[in-house]
């Protein structure tokens, strides 16, 4: 399976953003996929997570009632919906793909990976 996430760019304080995933060479109906980011000098953190058997979603704390995870099935997609973006959520954001749809928020745990977008809040 290949990932290409998209949506990233530059807003600003209060903001809202929304990422995409399209994945191709398979399907992903099977699958936890989650999102995943990055800041400069940081290790890669966990940021949202949704199994493929309508299990209710997973968020960090740190964007719990901020953002949405979403995934389209038919259409092979999965979206994260940012509202109320604020400077600490700049990064860059990866979305992944779980074979064993465990839904962990450990990122060595996923196996496929998009090549990542950036999104930048300033204040």
């Known amino acids: 399976v290949q990932l290409q996430a998209s949506g990233g760019g530059m807003v600003q304080t209060g903001d809202s953003l929304r990422l995409s995933c399209a994945a191709s060479g398979g399907t992903i109906s099977r699958l936890t996929m989650g999102w995943f980011r990055q800041a400069p000098g940081e290790e890669r953190v966990f940021v949202a997570a949704?199994?493929?058997?309508?299990?209710?979603?997973t968020y960090a704390d740190s964007v719990k009632g901020r953002f949405t995870i979403s995934r389209d099935n038919a259409k092979n997609t999965l979206s994260l919906q940012m509202n109320s973006l604020k400077p600490e959520d700049t990064a860059v954001y990866y979305c992944?793909?779980?074979?064993?749809?465990?839904?962990?928020?450990?990122?060595?745990?996923?196996?496929?990976w998009g090549q990542g977008t950036q999104v930048t809040v300033s204040s």
């Open positions: 992944a793909a779980d074979r064993q749809s465990l839904g962990s928020r450990r990122w060595d745990l996923y196996d496929y």
């Open positions: 949704i199994k493929w058997n309508g299990s209710p979603p």
